[in-house]
């Protein structure tokens, strides 16, 4: 099937083409953290001229404890994010959990982001294709990658911006996931971009009891897989401080790791564009 391309500002994802990438801390734990973090990383992928999209988190709605810090709310969020989206320059990425959001968030976001517990709610997902934004899905853990074709076709039929579907793991026995990469061959079969989150992806749902918790050493070799299967782009949450984050910080990148890691996957990805390139001729 013919590949799609979404492309936001300066970004494009497309199966077809080089990686982009998603990445930003898991939640604005303060708007002047947060931008502090934003402007390392713009300056990170600027330096390795590859291209990003900011992913911003206002409320973490589905936290394993109602003691969790869940953020600062929409509120707080939108008006600060919007003049941090326009001092940097960047495309903006931004989660919704329920239907009232999407045109509130549209009005600042580049791209609307669905939680993968939230990946079936029908009306959450013709909210936010109504806005005509681009539209990334985060696959549930709960559902096989043939069944993410349903979400398609609900985004197609109300004339979504562009769609992305991004893979996150898969619920395997209690508190942990495992990645089936055959997931992400099936779901660029659909024809849209597809992302690969290396972080989520090694969580431990609930496994802290009251948190969640997760392994990031696996989060390279996780990569690094899926890069070197041509997909569109790659997702990750960072922090300068894993340890203290106020949200998944066991499965957090630290932000110093991620110009070594971007670098090294973008190696892989250009050796499976290459190879991609010859079994097609």
């Not at 401080?241 to 090294?264: F, H």
Request: proline share 5%; charged share 25%; glycine share 8%.
């Amino acid at each position: 099937m013919k590949q799609k391309e979404v492309k936001v500002k300066n970004v494009i994802f497309s199966n077809d083409r080089p990686l982009a990438y998603i990445a930003g801390p898991c939640v604005i734990e303060t708007p002047k953290a947060y931008a502090a973090e934003a402007e390392k990383l713009k300056g990170i992928f600027a330096a390795l001229k590859t291209p990003f999209v900011l992913k911003a988190s206002f409320d973490k709605a589905n936290r394993t404890s109602h003691k969790s810090f869940r953020g600062i709310g929409m509120e707080a969020a939108l008006g600060f994010l919007k003049d941090l989206k326009n001092r940097l320059d960047i495309p903006l990425l931004v989660d919704v959990h329920d239907p009232a959001q999407a045109s509130r968030v549209a009005e600042v976001a580049d791209i609307l982001q669905i939680p993968a517990f939230m990946c079936r709610q029908t009306d959450l997902l013709f909210a936010c294709a109504d806005t005509g934004l681009a539209v990334n899905v985060k696959k549930g853990q709960f559902l096989s990658p043939w069944e993410a074709e349903n979400i398609v076709k609900k985004l197609e039929s109300r004339g979504a911006g562009g769609i992305m579907l991004t893979e996150r793991g898969s619920s395997f026995g209690y508190g942990n996931l495992v990645v089936d990469m055959r997931g992400l061959e099936i779901m660029k079969e659909f024809g849209y971009p597809v992302i690969f989150d290396c972080t989520h992806s090694v969580q431990k749902p609930g496994a802290l009891g009251t948190a969640t918790g997760g392994d990031r050493r696996f989060i390279m070799p996780l990569a690094k897989a899926a890069a070197a299967q041509k997909i569109a782009g790659l997702f990750f949450e960072a922090h300068p401080n894993p340890a203290r984050a106020l949200s998944d910080g066991p499965n957090s990148l630290e932000l110093s790791a991620v110009k070594p890691m971007v670098a090294a996957l973008n190696r892989v990805d250009r050796l499976a564009l290459e190879i991609s390139d010859i079994s097609s001729s």
